[in-house]
């Protein structure tokens, strides 16, 4: 089993900045896949960023060039640094984690609300 905690979201003015962090616990050396979604209300989950092993990360066009992933090993934890936020980033956002296959299994962290305000 793995568990993901998150922390950081918050509200923020247009152009401002936010640092989510996802702490992973449990057998973290199952993870293949780490990644970032984000759900607006009304709205389906959408991915914001993944990253694999030594991978480059796949943004979403919609964050590119204000989003970065980053992992600190020594710690277990995953972030996400949102930078220039707009108010469309407002979402809950969920660090996600992927583990090897097969079977392959699915581990979501509780979500963390981030607004941002006009």
């Known amino acids: 089993q793995v568990q993901l905690v998150e922390s950081g979201g918050g509200l923020v003015q247009a152009g401002g900045s936010l640092r989510l962090s996802c702490a992973t616990s449990?057998?973290?050396?199952?993870?293949?896949?780490f990644g970032w979604y984000s759900q607006a209300p009304g709205k389906q989950r959408e991915l914001v960023v993944g990253?694999?092993?030594?991978?480059?990360?796949d943004y979403a066009d919609s964050v590119k060039g204000r989003f970065t992933i980053s992992k600190d090993n020594a710690k277990n934890t995953v972030y996400l640094q949102m930078n220039s936020l707009k108010p469309g980033d407002t979402a809950t956002y969920y660090c996600?984690?992927?583990?090897?296959?097969?079977?392959?299994?699915?581990?979501w962290g509780q979500g963390a609300q981030v607004t941002v305000s006009s």
């Open positions: 996600n984690a992927v583990s090897w296959g097969p079977p392959q299994r699915n581990y």
């Open positions: 990253i694999s092993g030594k991978g480059m990360p």
């Open positions: 449990g057998d973290t050396f199952r993870i293949n896949v």
